[in-house]
């Protein structure tokens, strides 16, 4: 290896251009476009996304492209295995016991050929898949409703509440403990006594209380933010409360309000599982992912489909969106990721 010499020409600074060094070697990023980078690199956050993609798009072209009618019964047909097609495969194939022996119940049941339920059929000889898929489009409604009562009444009260501040504040903070202090099912049950039961009764409930963290969260943010530089410069200028709320308090507040968006859908999808499975939710004959899980759990010793699969469905469906809302936390506020 030859040896280096340091002489005096080894202490000169390299000759580089004025426009080299002043060049941004990386992509200047707004706050948004650094927020979606960090969350395409979370990978369980976008698989989860693409399954809520997917699961809204089958919920939607249901209304159009439903394999079958989900009101419509067939009483020969009923409690039906899934069966696709003439797959051999093992539950798929329309096989299950029958007095001791593993029989075609499609045979037995004198189905024609070609007919065929990809998840079997209930009690009432009901497709179990079309059910299921209205059952998905009632619980993401649901969730669109909720959503909108959060960015409608959460959005503005918590911002009317922090900027307004003393007596308001104090007087509208007492209004939402008061509800908060409520619990949902006795706000349903008293929707109940008002109104029928139905999908309605659950979205005035979900509109009396769903809003109250939503509230909470912005009115806490807005108090943080009104005193700042930025804002104090826009009242300078004149401009109303309402441009400031729209132009500069909004656009900071968007990580809080997307992320608490986000915490809120698999909520209020709950919320009314829960109160289709109770009774008090969907009436039947409507399909709702509640009152499959319920009927399906009269037969489950015997047909344990009926009830596995919805059960599947609504577990995914709230999974994804809690693993997404995750994914959305870390990458609008990297100092909470863990």
Avoid: C
């Avoid at 005096?8 to 580089?16: L, T």
């Avoid at 426009?19 to 070697?25: G, L, P, R, S, Y």
């Avoid at 209930?122 to 649901?142: E, H, M, P």
Wanted: no cysteine; net charge positive.
């Amino acid at each position: 290896m030859a040896d280096y010499k340091i002489n005096a020409d080894s202490f000169k600074f390299a000759h580089v251009e004025k426009e080299a060094q002043e060049h941004i070697a990386t992509p200047s990023l707004t706050f948004t476009q650094d927020a979606m980078r960090r969350l395409r690199k979370n990978k369980v956050a976008m698989i989860s996304l693409w399954i809520i993609i997917i699961m809204i798009v089958l919920s939607v072209l249901s209304i159009w492209f439903s394999p079958r009618n989900p009101m419509t019964q067939h009483l020969n047909w009923n409690n039906l295995p899934p069966k696709l097609g003439n797959l051999n495969i093992p539950g798929f194939n329309g096989h299950a016991m029958y007095q001791g022996k593993m029989v075609d119940m499609y045979k037995m049941n004198h189905v024609p050929d070609g007919t065929w339920f990809a998840l079997g059929t209930d009690s009432l000889g009901r497709d179990l898949l079309s059910r299921i898929l209205a059952g998905t489009k009632v619980s993401l409604f649901v969730a669109f409703m909720a959503t909108l009562f959060d960015l409608t009444i959460g959005i503005i009260y918590g911002i009317v509440s922090g900027w307004n501040g003393g007596t308001v504040d104090t007087v509208m903070q007492r209004i939402v403990e008061i509800i908060s202090s409520i619990p949902n099912l006795v706000v349903v049950i008293l929707m109940l006594l008002v109104f029928k039961p139905g999908l309605f009764s659950i979205i005035v409930a979900i509109a009396f209380t769903g809003w109250v963290t939503m509230a909470r969260l912005i009115r806490a943010q807005t108090l943080q933010m009104r005193d700042q530089e930025f804002i104090l410069a826009a009242k300078t200028l004149g401009e109303s409360p309402i441009k400031i709320a729209w132009k500069h308090l909004i656009p900071n507040l968007s990580s809080t309000i997307i992320i608490q968006t986000m915490f809120t859908i698999p909520s209020a999808i709950f919320f009314e599982a829960f109160l289709s499975y109770i009774g008090i939710g969907i009436p039947s004959p409507q399909a709702s992912l509640g009152t499959l899980l319920s009927d399906g759990q009269k037969n489950f010793r015997f047909l344990p489909y009926q009830m596995v699969y919805p059960a599947i469905v609504i577990s995914v469906l709230m999974l994804a969106f809690n693993l997404l809302a995750d994914g959305l936390r870390d990458a609008f506020d990297p100092r909470s990721a863990r």
